[in-house]
Structures are given as C-alpha cells and as structure tokens.
C-alpha cells in the first residue's frame, strides 16, 4: 500500500463539507510497515509502533543437519536445522509545530530493529554431488560456507545429482533452486529529520534535511521544494528535489573472507587494525542519489480529485548490497563421464553497475461518494530504470465513516517487476577454477551480477484494512494490518522466479496523533485545570503526577538514555583485568569484558481520570540497546590450552544491538490526601512481559544462535508487581517532593530460566521556580535490585562477566539538576517539558560490572 491522503474536494464558495466527511481529511496513510496519520493540524504530536514478520523459507533441501566434518547422502531425512525469519519493530515520532504565523516546523524520528534469517545466495540443489558436506557441520555465519566437493552439469548445463556407489555412479538432474540462508544478530537502524515551511496565500516553499545511521550504513541528505496554487486554488503545482550521499562500511569476519571472492573489492577493503581475535576486513563504499519530482492535482468537480506526478532519480557510486554473493560453477573442460561435466564453484559478492537512472509516473484519482459519505482512490505507478528494471503498481482504497468517530480503510495493492539484466540466481563458466581465481575475476561470465532475488521477475499482492477513532479533544487512534505475498508466479505476463524465492508476511501498527492545536482551541475558555500540573516533578520520576477532573485524560511522552564506561568494579573498587579473568565463566576463565554500553527507551503514556480520585494509565515501552567488548589484558592466545576457541570470540569484536518493543505498564494512581499545599497518592500497577527475553547472538560455525548477554534482553519475561507512594508539595517559588517504588517479580522465572531481581528506588527532591512557568530541580536517588536468579536454559557461552546471573544488580547512589517548563498561554498553552540529568555518586555492584557514567530523562506531557 502507498502513502494515500483522502479528501473531498471543494469548490469555492461550495457548502462546508459534513462532519463525517472531515474525517476523511484524517484517514491514515498507508505504508507496508507504518501507519502515519495525515492532517492538516498546524500542531500536532505523534506516535507510531510497528511489527513486521515474514514467513520462513523452504530451505530443507540443502540445510541439512551433519555431525562436524561429516557427511550424509543427499536424501537423507535428517532434522532441518530451524532459520528464524526476518522480524521487524519500528517506531516513529512525529512533531509538526507552528513557530510563526506562516511559519511550520516538522521533525521527525525512526528507529527500527530486525533481526532473522536473509537469503544471501542461491545454487541449484542437484549442484551438491551425492553428498552434503559442512565444515564443523553447518552452513550459517556471515556468508555461505563454501566447500570443497564437486558439483555436476549435463552437456545442456542443467544441474545433476550424482547418486550410487563410486565405482558405478548415476547422474540424475534437478533444477530445483534453493536460497542459502544465513544469520545475523539483531541491528538497529536510526533516523533524524526536520523540514521547515513557509507558506503564503497561493504559494509555499520547503527545505528540510537529515541522516539515517546503522552499524554498516549511513545515509546524509537534504531535500528542498514548493507548490503553487492555480485557477482559484483548483489547481496545484508541487515540484521537490533531494540530495543524498551514502556510506557502507560492511565488516566481516573469518567467516565470510575465508570463502567468499572479493577481489573486485580490493580497492576498498580495509582490514582491522584492533580486534578481539584480529581478523575483520571492511569494505567501503560511497553513493550520491539526486532527486526530482513534478506533481499536479486538479480538482475536476465537487466531488473528484485528480493527481499526476513523475519522479526522476540519478544514483552513482557503491550499488551492491555487500551481503549478497553469486555462486559461480566452473566447469572442467574434460568430462568425468560422457555427457557430464564436473564443477568446482566459488562464491563471489555481487556486482552492480555503479550508475542508475530511474523513473516514474503516477496517476490517482479520488472519488467521493456522497450517499455513502465515503472516498475512493484508486491508482497506477509506473516505474522504469536502465537496469531493465520495468515495474506496475495498482492500487485502489475505500475510506468509510461509520460515525461516533469510527471509520475503516480497506485496501488492496498489486506489483509486478521485470527482473533486471543482471540478475543471475547462478553463473556457469565454461573454463575451470584456476588456483588464482580468488584473485582473478577474468573467468566469470558476466560482468554484472547479482541473485538478490528482489532483483528478479515477480509479483506482489497484498491486501489491509486500516480502522480509525477519532476521539473528542483532537485525539485519533489508527490500526493497521496489512498481509503481503511474494510469489514469482504473479508476475504480469508470466516468467516470473521460480517458487524457491516465494515469501509472504504481515504488518501490524498502531498510531496515536494528538491535535494540540484543536486541543488548545477547544479549551481555551478554561484552561486553568490543565495547565496547574501541581508541584513541579523532575523528569526522571515516573508516575508523579495525577488529573484532578474526571474525565481528563493526559498523553505523555518520555525518552530515558543511560550509558555504562570506564572502569570495570567488583562491589565499590575498580579492580584489574587479571582477576576478572579468574572469574567463573561457564566453567572456565573469563576472556572479554564490555567497553561500553548504551540505553534508549521511549516510553508513550496515557492517562485518564476514572473518578477525582483515581487515574487509569497505561504506558508501553521501545527499547534499544547497544554494548562493545574489548580482549581483557592477559587473555590466553585463542586456541590456547583452557581458552575458548576462535569461534566463540569471533563476534565479539562487532557491537552488540538489541532493540524492540519492551514490556508494557498497566497502573493506577490513587489519591490519598490533597491540600492546596501537600499531596499523597498511590500507584498500584503491573508490567505485562511484552519485551522479548529470547534474544539470540549469532555465533561463528554453530547452526543455533546463543543467547545474547542477560542485561541485552529487552523485557523482563515476567509479570511484575508496581508499587509506588509519591508526595508532592508545594509553596511559593519553593516545591518539594518524595517517591518510594519498588518492582516485584511475581514469577520464579521466565521462558527462558531465570528472573530479574527485585527493585527498590526511593528519591527526594526540591526544586525553585524563578518565575511561575520554569523551575529548577536537584534531586537525590538511592536504588537497590537484586542479582538475577537462575541461568539460561537454552545454548549460552559465556565469555565475559556479563554473561554471569551475579553479575547484575546492587546499590546505587545518584544526584539528578533538572529542568521543567510549562507553556502558560498562547495555541500550545498546557504542553509541559522537563529535562534531568541524574549523574552517578557511588556503585556498590554485584560481581563485576562496568560503572556508570549517568542517564538523561526528557518527558513532554499534555492534560485535557
């Protein structure tokens, strides 16, 4: 589905559209992954969750499980090892603010983690010889494992199994193609943007820019454009053009550069000069993308819409995706057999041209349906490239109100692509493997290729529905979901890729948008009640805060960082390498302990006010986190007698990222005493265990993954108790204020065999308002949780302390100076912002772990 904005389109001086009709003006906009309301809000605030998942792949013919070093015939009917698929969750944040009378301000933020399994190659399975052979017994890693067996063509160079004893074999062909798969440990890919617009009566311009950041990827552009309004504003000119310049620093490991061919790459491989295991290659790469669209939109009567655009976009530079590779057969000019040949093969990442041009037009049509009062779209995209690459899109969408607020938004989409030139699932070369041909790319055929089989011929339908709340107070709630399917068989005309490549997947999604500016319109006659907050609250206090009218409801948003580096401690000393290496890991000595680690969590509240006497909330959680290692000084060599071997410490040179959707807080808050001076209320709550606490981290030649570090897993995999008691007062400039809350496991272990420990934090604070809308905070932390109880009950190599149960928890002592704002009058009067800094004192630890170096907490809320 395609970014889609439903209107009914008005003539000047035509009667205002009906109420059930505006809300059209808010239907969602549909994206596969995200839905992002549309509105025409001059201020508005939002929020978006996301969750992608695709099916598992059909890999059993060539996956097949063998003991280390051994080999099993081809229809053997051994256990399948099991490929986790891609999974996805997103979040995005939107905030469109008013800063002048024509003046408007957009930022936006997205962040995204995946993580699963991704097809890199693909080979035909009769290819293999009459044998499965897998180093230490398995394909997996950051590449394919190459091996050293021969594979075999007829004199048609069809692909053929070589079957029956040695001395008297057959051959028996079989085209059947299969994608080798691989894993990756989850990564996190972040992006900032902003644009600024300026508006006149018939005119506007826009400039905006940003950058998107991942651990291998980085992406800087800047966009700028206008539209023009004609013929009594019946007609619209839009033109808009971006710029951006691009970065790919693909690592990787002695997995991937023992087998796969990158002489093509030489010019940008840079090896690591510092490594856990010292052996990481890099491979650099720059692209520049320029950008142009024309758009027109023409109302065509009361009741019709019409939009023409076309996009014009130049891409030099770094083309390839680096983790894809091409299998190549060379085959042995003299024939083991008449009629057969036989094949070395090797692996070579893929190549792409490094210019691309690409166009496309598009054409929707909006349609009204007055005794309905509904809107339908339909439209048709165009694409084409010099790739080869032609592409049709159709799609259409039916919004319907169904009144008290409530509408529904079926869609329907359909894609089809011609492959382009250059794809290849396999290459044959007609000469054989020579001894330089790691060196020597003379012998492949093509000079471009690729078997990403995004590339190739197919055909995608999918189908959604997006349902819609618009509530009283400017408040909208949207759901999406949206289920794809990828089948070369849906081609238009025909010759679509072969069934191998089929996937499918869903999309689930929910957004909240906050029209602060309808909010504020709406309550201005009487807004006392939501800007007096009460006393003042440093951002780092949760659930502070109470609504005194029944029937108010508050939105909040918090995001809290921490960050971990410097010294490694045991209790409340800084202690040496040498004896963390004594520590218990797994049975053996400690090897690496963490360099660094970040946190980031964003958390969407919402609170309403059941009775004057108690609030309802409800507070869902995004997490990411990220942790580096580093070699602890003194470390057996690797290989060395005790020592882990070279597999197990192979990744832990790379940076560790989790990321996702962590567990949900379900609370109520409960007023005790109120006074024109002091305040009392309890909080009484639950955490659902939403977060994921199976979390795995690839490891080199093993077909499972390992569980990651515990302090990596995003939830607490249990339900969880919330107790708090908060005390606010205030008077004059001076408030004051004290909290005591505690997190209580309410089961003896998660899924996976252990249990946080419990937690109790108690804080007090003061703070001074200089004037009646900013004060300033200083607040003191004490906090004390538990080790974790129980370990892993699944695969888990420890390495380092982190990965130790007692090595978690303890006592800690910090100081926050905080910030807060209230925005006392004017279109975003009631909006509240306040900042804290808590900076550590001292850590009493639990077992070994790295110190602190503090936390930020920012938290925006709105009553109404």
């Known amino acids: 589905m395609v970014a889609t904005k439903i209107v009914k389109p008005v003539l000047k001086k035509q009667k205002p559209a009906s109420s059930a009709l505006k809300a059209l003006n808010v239907a969602a906009m549909v994206l596969p992954g995200l839905v992002v309301p549309v509105h025409a809000a001059e201020n508005e605030f939002s929020i978006v969750f996301s969750h992608y998942k695709e099916s598992e792949r059909d890999i059993s013919s060539v996956e097949t499980r063998v003991p280390a070093g051994g080999f099993i015939p081809v229809d053997s009917k051994e256990e399948v090892p099991s490929f986790k698929p891609i999974e996805v969750d997103s979040l995005h944040v939107k905030a469109k603010l008013s800063l002048l009378d024509r003046l408007q301000f957009t930022a936006n933020y997205t962040e995204d983690t995946w993580s699963g399994a ?66 990756a440990s989850p990564e996190t890919r972040k992006q900032g943007d902003f644009n600024l617009r300026y508006e006149w009566n018939e005119a506007s311009v826009n400039v905006g820019g940003g950058i998107s950041v991942e651990n291998d990827y980085e992406s800087r552009f800047v966009n700028w454009g206008g539209t023009l309004d004609l013929n009594n504003k019946l007609t619209t000119l839009s033109f808009n053009q971006s710029y951006s310049n691009s970065t790919v620093s693909a690592t990787f490991d002695h997995d991937a550069f023992g087998y796969l061919m990158t002489y093509g790459y030489k010019d940008q491989i840079v090896r690591a000069e510092t490594d856990v295991v010292g052996d990481s290659n890099t491979i650099f790469g720059e692209r520049e993308d320029w950008s142009t669209s024309l758009g027109l939109t023409q109302i065509l009567g009361k009741n019709t819409l019409a939009e023409l655009s076309m996009n014009y976009t130049n891409s030099t530079g770094f083309m390839e995706n680096p983790y894809k590779a091409v299998y190549v057969f060379f085959l042995n000019p003299a024939q083991v057999t008449p009629g057969v040949y036989s094949a070395a093969k090797g692996a070579y990442i893929e190549e792409r041209p490094d210019k691309r041009n690409q166009w496309a037009w598009n054409a929707k049509i909006v349609q009204y349906i007055e005794p309905l009062d509904a809107a ?27 009144g008290r607020g409530w509408s529904v938004t079926p869609t329907v989409r359909y894609y089809s692509q011609d492959k382009a030139d250059f794809y290849h699932p396999y290459l044959i070369s007609r000469s054989a493997l020579t001894n330089n041909q790691a060196v020597d ?70 957004a909240l948008t906050v029209d602060l500016s309808s909010m504020s319109s709406r309550s201005s006659h009487d807004h006392s009640h939501h800007v007096d907050h009460g006393a003042p609250v440093p951002a780092g206090v949760m659930s502070a805060h109470m609504l005194t009218k029944p029937g108010d409801w508050m939105v909040g948003y918090k995001y809290m960082y921490s960050t971990q580096a410097g010294d490694m401690l045991h209790g409340n000393d800084k202690i040496a390498d040498q004896e963390i290496l004594n520590y218990d ?116 030649h093993t077909e499972e993954l390992g569980m990651i570090h515990y302090g990596m897993q995003i939830g607490s995999g249990t339900w969880d ?63 004390t949780k538990g080790a974790l109880e129980g370990e892993y009950n699944r695969e888990h190599q420890p390495i380092g302390p982190m990965d130790s149960p007692g090595s978690y928890g303890g006592e800690y002592f910090d100081l926050g100076f905080g910030i807060s704002a209230m925005i006392p009058k004017g279109d975003l009067v009631g909006n509240s912002l306040s900042i804290e800094w808590l900076q550590p004192m001292e850590d009493d630890v639990n077992g070994y772990q790295l110190e602190r170096d503090g936390a930020l907490s920012v938290n925006w809320g709105y009553a109404f």
């Open 118 to 183: 991704t097809p890199i190659a693909t080979a035909p399975v009769g290819a293999r010889g009459n044998r499965v052979v897998r180093t230490n017994g398995v394909i997996t890693g950051a590449s394919p494992i190459l091996q050293s067996d021969t594979s075999y063509f007829d004199t048609d160079l069809n692909p053929v199994t070589k079957t029956g004893p040695l001395n008297a074999p057959s051959y028996n062909q079989d085209s059947q193609l299969v994608h080798t798969m691989v894993m």
């Open 585 to 700: 890991c797994g049975g053996r000595q400690c090897y690496v302990a963490p360099k660094d680690m970040t946190m980031h969590m964003h958390m969407f509240n919402i609170m309403y006010a059941a009775t004057d006497w108690l609030n309802l909330m409800v507070m869902p959680t995004f997490v990411d986190m990220s942790m580096n290692m580093r070699m602890l000084d003194g470390a057996p060599a690797v290989g060395g007698v005790g020592s882990p071997d070279y597999a197990e410490l192979a990744h832990a040179s790379h940076e560790h990222m989790t990321g996702g959707f962590g567990d949900t807080q379900m609370s109520a808050l409960i007023k005790l005493y109120d006074s024109e001076t002091h305040h009392f209320h309890l909080g009484v709550g639950v955490s659902a265990p939403t977060g994921n606490v199976e979390i795995e981290l690839r490891r080199a």
């Open 721 to 783: 108790f919330l107790p708090s008691l908060t005390y606010t007062a205030r008077s004059g400039k001076i408030s004051w204020g004290a909290q005591a809350r505690g997190v209580v496991r309410l089961e003896s272990e998660n899924d996976v065999g252990y249990r946080e420990g419990d937690l109790f934090q108690s804080s007090i604070w003061g703070s001074y308002s200089p004037i009646n809308w900013l004060s300033f905070s200083l607040r003191g932390v004490y906090t």
């Open 376 to 402: 339908i779209n339909f439209g048709y995209r165009f694409f084409h490239d010099d790739w080869g690459i032609n592409a049709h899109t159709f799609e259409a969408d039916w919004v319907q109100p169904l």
């Open 441 to 510: 790319y003379g012998n492949v055929p093509e000079e471009y290729f690729s078997s990403d089989h995004r590339l190739s011929g197919y055909g995608a339908l999918s189908g959604g529905v997006v349902i819609s709340k618009q509530f009283s107070k400017g408040v909208r709630l949207d759901m999406g979901f949206e289920y794809y399917t990828h089948e070369g068989s849906l081609k238009m005309g025909g010759g679509g890729e072969g069934s191998y490549a089929d996937f499918s997947s869903y999309t689930a999604n929910a």
